[in-house]
């Protein structure tokens, strides 16, 4: 019997979630069937209707693959803001092509979709790190006494060890919790999302991950950027909204 793409799709979700959820326990995956294991995994698996709501505010894009586009034609990337049950905003993505007469020729979508994994940003730049916290009313000698333990580009790691040393050093520049908060809200609101190779950007979901963002992301707008090398890099500027105050990212 054939499996079909999207059962395999939906397949690797559940044995994903399956393992997230036995590491939180102790993984006790070799007393277990395949069909429990997915059964117990379906249990920690929401489905979310992502677009029941309204699916609109497109921004677009050339795609970076261009391949087998007839001439006049062009290939394009999409974003869209979707919104579903209870206006929770997401970014969803479409491809497709204009052809040489202008008509626009969209790729059919993946019918299974996944929200991205994420992990807090490796490498922060001391620079733009001070820059931010400065324009967050951060106490300044504060962080000029953190900053003086970090070298110019530094992890989580270092930033928590020049916590701790700025504390030993001047525990009262530090005693106030918003303070030391306010520099770990910084580095925890920046990550970085996987992309699993060979993914169809039509599965791809940028789902709420942080504080600022837990009740929608809105209205991503991308550029692509060339370079004076040649070299291309795709930004986007989005809204966050936490449900009181509207943040641009």
């Known amino acids: 019997m054939a499996i079909s793409t999207t059962a ?46 309204a699916l609109f505010n497109p921004s677009i894009v050339q795609h970076p693959n261009q391949n087998r586009v007839p001439a006049g034609g062009l290939r394009f990337l999409m974003s869209l803001r979707a919104t579903g049950e209870g206006h929770l905003s997401s970014i969803v993505f479409r491809t497709g092509v204009i052809q040489p007469d202008q008509t626009i020729q969209f790729d059919s979508p993946k019918p299974v ?30 962080v000029d006494l953190v900053m003086q333990f970090l070298p110019d580009a530094f992890s989580m790691v270092d930033l928590e060890h020049a916590i701790d040393k700025a504390l030993q050093n001047k525990p009262d520049l530090l005693q106030q919790e918003e303070t030391q908060e306010g520099i770990r809200w910084l580095a925890m609101e920046n990550y970085q999302l996987l992309l699993p190779e060979g993914t169809d950007m039509s599965q791809v979901v940028i789902f709420p991950h942080s504080d600022n963002e837990r009740r929608g992301i809105e209205d991503l707008r991308m550029v692509r950027f060339v370079d004076q090398d040649g070299s291309v890099t795709y930004y986007g500027t989005y809204s966050a909204y936490d449900g009181y105050r509207v943040l641009p990212r």
């Open 8 to 53: 395999r799709e939906f397949d690797a979700v559940l044995d994903e979630h399956y393992a997230r959820a036995a590491a939180l326990i102790g993984n006790e995956s070799h007393r277990l069937t395949l069909e429990r294991r997915r059964l117990i995994a379906s249990y920690f698996t929401m489905e979310y209707a992502i677009a029941s709501a």
């Open 113 to 142: 979709r996944q929200r991205l994994r994420h992990t807090l940003d490796q490498v922060y730049v001391k620079r733009l790190f001070r820059r931010k916290l400065r324009e967050m009313a951060i106490n300044q000698q504060a």
